[in-house]
């Protein structure tokens, strides 16, 4: 006999009700879950999410998102661990173009912060952020948190996702990988595997290993939506951060450092022999390139990194190198 049954609350499938998946970047960063950001140090990853907090603070669509969706201006929490605030964090806002009036920090100067703290839910209460990014992870887990530990781990990421739901806001995590390159993607962020299991989505950020200065993100896990395709960006010394946009890249090739040349720049190299003698109509171009493995939508973005023109003639597009 069952002892304080009346305890016990069942819920029927077929009272609940269907709720769409709301995105702040889609399929990247759902609202409502949890987000990991993870890659080796010194590979952008801090640099690319300022970059976005940038745009979403003033309310600007990103260049590689798939969806339509209009955004208004929305409030941010940054904390980070690693970082100066006023020598390198916002710095780098400004330079990306923040409206820092909307980035929010909370002041843990007399008491370190961590995930269990009060005071992360009361400043999600008080800011209305609608993004949360704790950079890194490691850094806000608590003195006596072991991160390799599972019972220790699950209470803190659980905690984290009820916040998450509770506010609708999306919440980010950053951090470092294991040095351990035998290992699949998915096990090589450091600590206990529940961490990437508590998220919704997982990204990688990795370098090219022939073009230090070209990083690309690579999603290795979605539970919302079909994953997505990886985008790159460049982080150079005189221009700084530019987007590229989506690249023919796969995160084992990006980690292994085997994608020694990305089909990024194949594309470029192919346009380039291929329009060396004029121009082309843009279906032969695509039907060259489907037989070099080369995607359309990599192909167009080496077209749009080159400059090359684009001109209507009899109801056919035509690309040619100016």
Known sequence: MFMDNEKLKLINMEDV???????????????????????????????????????????????????????????????????????????????????????????????????????????????????????????????????????????????????????????????????????????????????????????VCGRMKDDPEMRVLCQIKNSLAPEAQAIAFRLDRETGFRWIGEVDVTVDELISGECKTSRFQEAETFLQETLQDGELSATEIYSLAEKEGIKQKTLRNAKNKMGVTVEKKNNKWYWKIV
Not at 79 to 106: F, H, N, W, Y
Not at 128 to 135: F, I, R
Not at 180 to 198: E, F, H, Q, T, V
Request: with cysteine; aromatic share 4%; proline share 5%.
């Open 17 to 203: 009700q269907v709720e769409e998946v709301k995105w702040l970047l889609y399929p990247l960063i759902p609202f409502g879950k949890i987000t990991i950001l993870q890659g080796d140090p010194g590979e952008g990853k801090t640099t690319v999410m300022l970059h976005i907090i940038a745009r979403l603070t003033k309310g600007e669509p990103l260049a590689f998102c798939e969806d339509d969706a209009e955004y208004e201006p929305m409030n941010v929490i940054y904390q980070t661990a690693e970082d100066g605030l006023g020598d390198t964090i916002k710095p780098r806002l400004l330079d990306a173009g923040a409206d820092c009036s909307k980035v929010m920090v909370i002041d843990d100067s007399d008491e370190p912060l961590t995930i269990s703290d009060d005071r992360l839910e009361m400043a999600i209460e008080v800011s209305g952020a609608k993004l949360v990014v704790l950079d890194p992870l490691q850094g806000y887990l608590g003195a006596g948190v072991d991160m390799h530990r599972a019972n220790e781990i699950r209470p803190l990421m659980h905690r984290l996702s009820v916040l998450a739901e509770k506010y609708q806001c999306a919440v980010v995590l950053i951090g470092h990988m294991n040095k351990n390159s035998m290992s699949k993607a998915g096990y090589r962020a450091l600590g206990s595997i529940d961490i990437p299991a508590a998220a919704r989505s997982v990204i």
